[in-house]
């Protein structure tokens, strides 16, 4: 078998276990602030929001320090030290006594993150290029695998064993994707010197459409700060809408996690489109596809209603980032794909900070269906912004290689 085909499948089990382990956290980590003192709505909106947030700013800052670290030493060192360190910080915020302490150990995270992106940039630079539409969806799909059980598996441990416990398990599940990445991805380092490294105004002289690549970046963000707004809020309004708060936890996690069942199905089947069709068609219609369910969202009076439109939009999620990453390999050269995946990381970051910034502030403000009108308007503008930068290149019409 081919090394990146054995690479392909030793990442989709790193990413499994990495999105398995971060999604058991995310959809009860409010109520584990509450846990921690915060009782006020207002307080509890802004500090979900800004723990949250705290991970992503210190990823956003120091994701192009690691990109050059991987050109020097290669990224299978980045998939070990990104799995390793969140293993030991998730461990540590199990024994976080008070909201402050939570929100440093969630910002220290941030050092040590990246482990899925690193893995899309790795497959990225092996996958024969007319594969990488397919090869994308597919990775991406270890990461939904473990986002659809993660929220079932937490919400579960949660409620039974307790919040605590499941920061334990996680860093468990961690530290397997640290003994994949050492002993099963295999990677042939070719160091790129500091004298041999383009600067970052000559990795963009290198790009034929340098403003494109620009507009993949910002949709790179929207598409992490639509999710991102969502999720310091979900949980709460969950229990807003629901009469009985009995095993909210658990509620949750089914609510968070049914996006990725419709992702899994999705997302291989769409990339294959991308190649064939053109993965730019596919994003725009995915944007506008997530966009109306956005607006539907802040309409609904059940968490059943809820369930069932975050399911229908897993099929947008599916097409988003896979199509992105595809374009941005199409669109410059194997000697830039790590440097150019890295700035990308930069801004997939960027819009995790900003996202549940924004939604934990319009709760507050406003209150929670807001969040959704909010978002929804904020991807329709970033649908504007891809068609039109599809329109201003010659080669539009051509299909993704």
């Not at 461990?91 to 910002?107: D, K, P």
């Not at 794909?337 to 939604?359: A, D, E, H, K």
Request: net charge positive; proline share 4%.
């Amino acid at each position: 078998m081919e090394t990146w085909k054995l690479n392909l499948i030793a990442a989709w089990l790193g990413c499994f276990f990495t999105g398995l382990a971060m999604s058991e956290i995310l959809p009860f980590l409010p109520l584990y602030v509450e846990q921690l003192g915060v009782r006020d709505h207002q307080a509890l909106s802004l500090w979900s929001g800004l723990i949250f947030s705290g991970t992503f700013l210190v990823s956003a800052i120091v994701a192009p320090l690691w990109g050059s670290l991987a050109d020097r030493k290669g990224r299978k060192l980045m998939l070990m030290r990104a799995a390793l360190g969140m293993a030991i910080v998730m461990v540590l915020q199990g024994f976080a006594t008070n909201v402050w302490q939570l929100f440093i150990l969630r910002t220290l995270m941030g050092l040590t993150s990246g482990y899925i992106p690193n893995a899309m940039a790795l497959i990225a630079s092996q996958v024969p290029r007319d594969k990488s539409g397919w090869a994308l969806g597919t990775l991406s799909t270890g990461q939904v695998c473990g986002v659809i059980l993660g929220p079932l598996i937490g919400g579960f441990m949660a409620d039974h064993i307790g919040l605590r416990m499941v920061f334990f398990v996680t860093g468990g599940l961690l530290f397997i994707s640290f003994l994949i990445s050492t002993f099963l991805v295999k990677e042939r380092v070719i160091p790129v010197t500091k004298a041999n490294r383009l600067s970052g105004k000559a990795v963009f002289s290198t790009l034929p459409y340098p403003m494109l690549t620009l507009s993949l970046f910002v949709t790179t963000m929207m598409i992490q700060l639509a999710n991102g707004s969502i999720s310091p809020i979900l949980t709460l309004y969950i229990r807003n809408l629901s009469e009985n708060t009995n095993n909210l936890a658990f509620v949750s996690g089914v609510i968070a996690a049914v996006p990725g069942i419709s992702a899994l199905l999705s997302a291989p089947r769409l990339g294959k489109l991308g190649d064939r069709i053109g993965a730019n068609r596919v994003l725009i219609a995915a944007l506008v596809f997530c966009f109306v369910l956005f607006c539907l969202m802040a309409t609904i009076h059940t968490p059943v209603q809820l369930g069932i439109l975050r399911f229908l939009l897993g099929f947008g999620d599916g097409a988003l980032m896979p199509a992105v990453q595809a374009l941005l390999v199409k669109y410059c050269s194997e000697k830039v794909t790590g440097r150019i995946f890295g700035y990308n990381q930069s801004f997939m970051y960027m819009g995790n900070v900003v996202g549940p910034l924004i939604g934990s502030g319009v709760s507050a403000m406003m209150g929670f269906r807001w969040v959704f009108l909010v978002t929804a308007l904020m991807v329709l503008l970033n649908a504007a912004q891809v068609w039109w930068s599809f329109r201003r290149i010659p080669d539009r019409g051509k299909k993704t290689p």
